[in-house]
């Protein structure tokens, strides 16, 4: 089966769950209450931030941020189970949360920057264009948030790409061939003015999310990732 054959089943495939989603992504009332529960959810994650955790550094504050961000109420959820130094005990499963959070704010950051330089800014009609162009700027993105860090400890650029490019990939390919071949799938031919566009932006990230969380699982289970620092450690050293 060639590829072209293969992703024209899996469209086929997935023809009735996208006709019943695309309705609800194309209402600009949707796209307005889920942007009042984004701010919302933005707003009290920052109160707990200053309020209770002030001992998280600051990249682990961007990274629950953009969650927020990318997916409103069900981010903050995830930085309430697995990032707070409240957390009653660490676990396997919230070192996962914490490697997919850390991957979804720069593979996020780069996908929308993506979608919205090629489809909105320079208006490229080419839906291979755009998705590959796209998928250039999510890889870039996430193995930037990897890569600076390791840099500002000391580590050769050398090094410090060999080990983004190692423990990194198979969780960026796999969050954003779900996340990107979602939003094709769902606004492949919406424009930036449209609802569609932007709700399938936000649905598709959070789906990306779910996708990579159990790879995230097992890199940090076999000792590919570490899992980010443990929050309780956090507040028993400040």
């Known amino acids: 089966m060639s590829v ?33 529960l984004v701010a919302a959810s933005v707003g009290v994650l920052w109160w707990d931030l200053r309020r209770h955790n002030e001992a998280i550094p600051s990249l682990m504050r961007g990274v629950w941020t953009l969650v927020a961000v ?14 707070r130094t409240q957390i009653a005990r660490d676990s396997l499963w919230r070192r996962g949360v914490r490697s997919t959070a850390h991957c979804y704010s720069g593979c996020g950051a780069g996908e929308v920057t993506g979608v919205v330089l090629l489809v909105g800014v320079l208006a490229i009609g080419d839906q291979l264009v755009t998705t590959l162009g796209t998928f250039a700027f999510a890889y870039a993105f996430g193995y930037a948030l990897t890569v600076g860090p390791l840099l500002q400890e000391g580590e050769a650029l050398a090094t410090a790409l060999a080990d983004a490019l190692y423990t990194e990939t198979p969780s960026i390919t796999v969050m954003e061939v779900t996340a990107i071949g979602t939003d094709v799938l769902l606004a492949g031919e919406a424009t930036i003015g449209e609802p569609l566009f932007w709700g399938a932006l936000a649905f598709s990230l959070s789906v990306g999310f779910v996708a990579a969380y159990p790879v995230n699982v097992a890199l940090v289970r076999v000792g590919v990732k570490e899992g980010m620092a443990d929050p309780t450690e956090l507040a028993d050293a400040s």
């Open 4 to 36: 072209a054959a293969f992703l024209g089943s899996v469209e086929e495939a997935l023809a009735p769950a996208r006709d019943v989603v695309r309705p609800v992504l194309s209402d600009h009332r949707v796209l307005a209450a889920w942007a009042v």
């Open 70 to 83: 990318y997916s409103g109420p069900a981010g903050l959820a995830l930085y309430w189970y697995a990032g």
